[in-house]
């Protein structure tokens, strides 16, 4: 599901670098859906750091040539992957569009925000995954508007079981830059954790949803 192995680690350090990714097993944070989790992901910080924006749009549009071949369009998913959505389709001279978590209640009623023709090839741009709902609630939208949805590529993604079966179901290839694996593995590695810790952010994978200290 990683492009390569050297740059899910690379990814993976440059995330723990600039606190995009907290990890904190003794006080666990809460997500929205109301699971407990020892680690906080926010990939949104990659914007405010030039270097490591620069990077992620870099090996973004070299991995998504290379696995995917050139699309016509680079899809963001609003809100969290807009801004390395913009970056990815600016390096690549493509177009960009973005999609909304439902149609506006106004105006022209848009999901998709920005010109899309129907039979397009569209490559998505996510910047997380946990189960992939909304990710491919987003695909479905594009479809609708009549793109041809060649893959996903996301910065990072948890590695449940129900995401990879959400996105084998959809017919969906999902690539990403980093993911859980290859964060535990350095974070041990860098001491940014310790083995007793480690132990718990196994756990927690194993079954997210239902996790307490």
Not at 20 to 27: E, T
Not at 48 to 76: L, M, T
Not at 119 to 132: A, W
Not at 167 to 179: E, G, P
Request: hydrophobic share 40%; aromatic share 10%.
């Amino acid at each position: 599901m990683i492009f390569n192995k050297d740059t899910a680690e690379k990814t993976a350090e440059l995330l723990l670098q600039i606190n995009a990714i907290k990890l904190n097993p003794k006080n666990p944070f809460t997500w929205a859906s109301g699971w407990n989790s020892p680690i906080y992901c926010d990939n949104r910080l990659i914007l405010s750091f030039p270097a490591i924006r620069n990077y992620v749009r870099e090996e973004f549009s070299k991995h998504i040539e290379k696995e995917f071949g050139k699309p016509d369009v680079i899809a963001g998913v609003a809100t969290g992957a807009i801004g390395i959505g913009v970056l990815v389709a600016e390096y690549m001279g493509l177009p960009f569009v973005y999609v909304r978590p439902e149609a506006k209640k106004h105006g022209r009623q848009n999901q998709v925000e920005g010109f899309l023709q129907s039979g397009q090839n569209v490559v998505v741009v996510e910047d997380l995954i946990s189960t992939g709902n909304s990710s491919l609630l987003a695909v479905e939208a594009l479809k609708a508007a009549g793109a041809h949805v060649k893959g996903m590529a996301a910065i990072f993604t948890y590695g449940f079981d129900v995401a990879e079966e959400n996105f084998k179901n959809a017919n969906i290839d999902l690539k990403t830059l980093s993911n859980y694996e290859n964060l535990l593995h350095l974070a041990v590695a860098k001491n940014y954790i310790t083995e007793n810790e480690l132990n718990t952010l196994q756990e927690w994978r194993k079954s997210p949803s239902t996790w307490s200290v």
